[in-house]
């Protein structure tokens, strides 16, 4: 996994996940920046973090995601079931 931050990049490239033939990009905080060019004008740009995983690499990182998001789940299940959280 590789991390980089402040990514500049076109419209295309600016999308949360890019699946390449060997590399899965993950972008987030995506927005555009406002560039000057040199005769005075400006043009829009996407900036963007990116982590970058090798596929077996974001297998992993997919599995670890539906863990937490099971944890959670059971414990919203839970406070319910034992009147915690109303319905």
Known sequence: MKEIKNVRGSAVQAVPI????????????????????LDGTTHTEYEYDETQFNKDEFLVYLYN???????YATGVHLDILSGKVGV
């Open 65 to 71: 995601q539906l863990l937490i998001a099971q944890q």
């Open 18 to 37: 890019i699946v390449g033939k060997d590399t899965i990009y993950i972008h987030t905080n995506i927005h555009t920046v406002d560039v000057d060019n």
